[in-house]
C-alpha cells in the first residue's frame, strides 16, 4: 500500500504523536478524493471557455475562494459560473440549468475510503480529540454529508468531535486566523496539536502558528503503519 508523502522520516510522524491532545484532519484530498479537474471539465462540455474555466484563472480562483469563505452564496456562485456559458446554453436548459451547474461543481468530489473513519474511530478511542478543518463551501457541504451517511450508515457528525469549516467561519486555510479560532475553540496550544493537510501552503500557516503538521499527497490511501505506534 502506497505510504503519506511525508515532509519527514515516518519515525518522526509516530513521535509527533506523543503528548498530541487534538488532531486535526483535512478533508478533501486527505479523507475523501478531490478531484477539481472533473468539475472544470464538466462546465468546458457544457460550453464554457477552456482559457476562463481553469484553476489558474484568476477570477474563478477568487470566486472560489469567496465561496469557501461564506462571502458569496450558492446562488451567486452558480451565477458567475453560468455567465461562463453560453446565452444559447443557458437558454437551452432554462430552469435546468442550477441542477447541471450543481452536478457539474459537485462533480469534484471523489470517492470515500470507509477505513480512514474506522482509523478516526479508533484515533478517538485512544484518547485523541479528532476535529476537521476544512476549505468547503454550503454547495458541498451538503452533498459530502447526504453521501457520506448514505455510505457510511453513519453521520459524518458520528466520527468527529468537532467540525471547523471554513464557509460557516468566514475564515479560510491558510489564513492564520483560521487555526487561531480553531485552537481559541478547542481550548488547547498549538503544540497541543497535529494538523494533516494536502497543501503545503497549509502544512507551512499551521506550523507559522507552532502546529506540527503532516503533508498528505492528494487523495493517497494511508499507511497501515500511521496506528502501529
Known amino acids: 500500500m502506497k505510504e503519506f508523502l511525508y515532509k519527514f522520516a515516518f519515525e518522526e510522524i509516530l513521535c509527533m504523536f506523543e503528548g498530541k491532545k487534538v488532531l486535526i484532519f483535512d478533508l478533501g484530498g486527505v479523507l475523501i478524493d478531490l478531484h477539481i479537474d472533473r468539475s472544470f471539465s464538466a462546465f468546458i462540455e457544457m460550453g464554457a471557455a477552456p482559457s476562463l474555466l481553469t484553476e489558474r484563472n484568476c477570477l474563478i480562483n477568487e470566486y472560489m475562494m469567496r465561496f469557501d469563505r461564506g462571502d458569496i452564496s450558492t446562488a451567486e456562485m452558480f451565477s ?18 442550477n441542477g447541471r451547474i450543481q452536478d457539474a461543481w459537485n462533480a469534484m468530489l471523489g470517492d470515500y475510503a470507509p477505513y480512514k473513519f474506522h482509523w478516526i474511530n479508533e484515533l478517538r478511542e485512544r484518547g485523541y480529540r479528532v476535529v476537521m478543518l476544512s476549505n468547503t463551501n454550503d454547495g458541498h457541504w451538503e452533498k459530502i454529508e447526504r453521501d457520506f451517511e448514505a455510505t457510511m450508515g453513519k453521520p459524518l457528525s458520528a466520527f468527529f468531535d468537532a467540525f471547523y469549516l471554513s464557509y460557516r467561519m468566514r475564515l479560510r486555510k491558510p489564513e492564520p486566523g483560521i487555526f487561531a479560532e480553531l485552537l481559541a475553540s478547542e481550548g488547547v496550544k498549538p503544540c497541543d496539536c497535529l494538523f494533516f493537510d494536502d497543501s503545503a501552503e497549509n502544512c507551512d500557516a499551521a506550523r507559522a502558528m507552532g502546529i506540527d503538521s503532516v503533508l498528505m499527497e492528494r487523495n493517497a490511501p494511508w499507511s497501515n503503519d500511521l496506528l502501529n505506534e
Open 80 to 97: 458567475y459560473i453560468a455567465s461562463q456559458l453560453s446565452p444559447q446554453v443557458c437558454e437551452g436548459l432554462g430552469p435546468l440549468l
